[in-house]
């Protein structure tokens, strides 16, 4: 049985209240779209299938490297953490699991937390290990790196680490485990490139080989921070190297944060996926580097644009295509819900605006050499507001129409904060 943590009633009233509105817009934007020779109805049964995973760590306040400023209310458990989850899904209807972080989730019994998730109505995507910071009762630093580090003992841990991670996975039903580590060097000089490659890929290997068979490993590639010389998996080159040297069931994960400024994400999506290494996706957007920023709050073209490719890899290869889809951002001026609330709309608005691309056109315009045409057709899809087909998709779910006047009207926050306890002062993300 679900205990969804808003009242349904609440939320069909106030459905009720803006249906008409709704009704009226999607129609208009149903005929727009028929004299283009598009059916409505079948983006929006595209749009409500589409889901997303959230990450428990975004639903706490983040923080930059100088501050963290909690908010009275934020979650201060990996169950509350489910609880605030719960509601984003509630409100949207597209984020069905949540992806959870060791030793940061530790929770006294994940069998139980697996019924608990249920009954809010959700499940769990991609476990994630840390090696990127130590934890009080951990016998070696990881200082001088995790699983690339030049002590075996020290990578020994890391990959038992992993493996944990793995092993509560299995429990709570994940089927993925993604691999971030801090590894690298801030000196030149400091590391041989090669030979923190290669223990990076042994230690891998060790990992690989406590994958459940129908389990996938993700591997996600940074090029600095906190490492601000080099990275082992600085970018998707290397992630791709390693992942094929590790075996079918290692993946690359594309975090769209962890790219030099202006690299052309969208073209790496295709590569991995005519490698047939394309594993997953962490959503946020950035002015400058890894800001964590909200998803399509910057640059909602990109996102488009990486959503286009998304569409053409599917098209291509449907067999090789199941990426893993997921937020991973720091809130660090907002109440998280939201943002990822906000941050849902924005993904699943680029999602279905690629839906919308002509691919008849678009390839035509492509094989006649007309850039303009081609453009055109990628434009044309582009300007269309969608909202309509989101907010109809949502509500037939039993979501918001409005999902931000929702949940500022619920008191969520409000209430949360007479009940959870006061998060201290801190640095960093949690
Ligand atoms: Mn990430």
């Not at 349904?8 to 020779?37: M, P, V, W």
């Not at 779910?397 to 009207?409: H, N, P, S």
Request: glycine residues 6%; contains cysteine; charged residues 25%.
């Amino acid at each position: 049985m679900t205990a969804l943590p808003l009242s349904q009633d609440a939320i069909e009233a106030h459905n009720a209240e803006h249906h008409a509105a709704l009704e009226e817009d999607y129609q208009a934007l149903g005929r727009t779209l028929r004299r283009r020779g598009v059916d409505i109805d079948r983006i929006r049964a595209a749009v409500a299938d589409f889901t997303i995973a959230t990450p428990s760590w975004a639903t706490g306040r983040g923080g930059t490297r100088f501050a963290k400023f909690a908010i009275p209310g934020e979650p201060t458990n990996v169950h509350e953490k489910l609880e605030d989850c719960a509601v984003v899904h509630q409100l949207s209807r597209a984020t069905p699991r949540v992806s959870l972080h060791f030793p940061w989730d530790k929770a006294d019994d994940y069998a139980a937390l697996r019924d608990e998730a249920a009954t809010l109505g959700l499940g769990f995507d991609a476990v994630n290990s840390n090696t990127f910071q130590d934890q009080p009762d951990q016998k070696h630093s990881y200082r001088n790196g995790s699983l690339a580090a030049a002590e075996a003992a020290v990578r020994e841990q890391a990959i038992a680490h992993n493996i944990e991670c793995i092993e509560i996975g299995k429990t709570i039903g994940s089927q993925a485990i993604t691999v971030w580590i801090g590894d690298g060097s801030n000196f030149p000089g400091q590391q041989d490139f090669n030979r923190a490659f290669d223990r990076y890929v042994e230690s891998g290997q060790a990992v690989y080989a406590a994958l459940p068979g129908d389990w996938r490993m993700l591997l996600e590639h940074k090029l600095y921070e906190p490492a601000f010389y080099s990275t082992i998996i600085s970018d998707w080159g290397s992630s791709l190297m390693a992942a094929l040297e590790l075996g079918p069931k290692c993946q690359c994960l594309v975090d769209l944060g962890h790219h030099a400024p202006n690299v052309n994400i969208e073209q790496i999506v295709a590569r991995l996926h005519r490698a047939k290494k394309l594993g997953g996706f962490h959503f946020n957007d950035s002015k400058y580097g890894d800001d964590d920023l909200d998803s399509g709050s910057i640059n909602p073209h990109q996102l488009f644009l990486v959503f286009n490719e998304l569409a053409e890899a599917r098209a291509r290869d449907p067999a090789h295509f199941d990426p893993a889809y997921m937020i991973d951002q720091s809130h660090n001026v907002t109440d998280p819900i939201e943002s990822l609330l906000s941050s849902t709309e924005a993904i699943v608005a680029a999602f279905a605006k690629a839906e919308l691309v002509d691919r008849d056109a678009l390839r035509d315009a492509q094989e006649r050499n007309d850039a303009m045409m081609a453009f055109q057709a990628l434009r044309a899809a582009y300007k269309v507001d969608v909202s309509p087909i989101l907010a109809m998709a949502r509500a037939q779910k039993g979501g918001a129409i409005d999902v931000l006047a929702f949940y500022r009207q619920a008191n969520w926050r409000e209430r949360k904060a007479q009940e959870r306890k006061l998060v201290g002062l801190g640095a960093g993300i949690v």
